[in-house]
C-alpha cells in the first residue's frame, strides 16, 4: 500500500440501486485515492427453487451466469467504457456475506449498499450489511438506498 496508492476496495454488487451506488462511490474513492475496486458477486441457488436430489429444477436457471451478467453491467453503469480506475470483477458461489468478509482480508475498504427494508429503525441496516461492519477486516462503508453523495 506505500508509494501513493490507495490499496484496494471491495464491494459487494447485487443488482440493487443500493449496491449500484456503492459501486459508483467504491469508483470515485479509488479515483481520488489511487486504489482500486474489486466488484463482487456472490451466488447460490435459492433454497426454495425445486430441488431434486442434488440438481436444480429449473429450466435455463443459471444463477452463477445471472450474477455474472448483472455485475458486468453494474461496473458498466458505474464506471463507463473506459473506467479510470482499475476494476477486477469477481463472481463467487455461496453466502454473500461469507465471500466479502473473505475478500475483504488485506483491503483498505469494504462498501456495500444498504436497502434498509426493515419498517423499524433498529432495522436502518440489513442482515449482511449489519454483519459485515460486526466482522469485516477492514473499515466498511454502507451506502444507504438513495444517499449516494457525489463528489462537488
Known amino acids: 500500500m506505500g508509494n501513493g496508492t490507495g490499496g484496494r476496495i471491495v464491494v459487494g454488487v447485487d443488482g440493487s440501486q443500493a449496491s449500484r451506488s456503492a459501486l459508483r462511490w467504491a469508483v470515485e474513492q479509488a479515483r481520488v485515492t489511487g486504489g482500486t475496486v474489486e466488484a463482487l458477486s456472490a451466488w447460490e441457488y435459492p433454497a426454495f427453487y425445486g430441488w431434486v436430489g442434488s440438481v436444480p429444477v429449473a429450466d435455463g436457471f443459471d444463477p452463477e451466469e445471472l450474477a455474472t451478467r448483472t455485475l458486468a453491467e453494474a461496473v458498466a ?35 456495500v449498499g ?14 449482511v450489511s449489519r454483519h459485515l461492519t460486526e466482522h469485516a477486516p477492514c473499515p466498511v462503508v454502507v451506502l444507504r438506498e438513495g444517499q449516494e453523495h457525489t463528489a462537488a
Open 114 to 127: 444498504s436497502r434498509g427494508l426493515g419498517g423499524f429503525s433498529g432495522a436502518l441496516l440489513g442482515s
Open 77 to 111: 453503469e458505474a464506471a463507463g467504457s473506459e473506467p479510470p480506475v482499475k476494476i477486477t470483477q469477481m463472481v463467487i458461489p455461496g453466502n454473500a456475506a461469507r465471500a466479502l468478509l473473505d475478500t475483504a482480508a488485506g483491503a483498505a475498504l469494504l462498501v
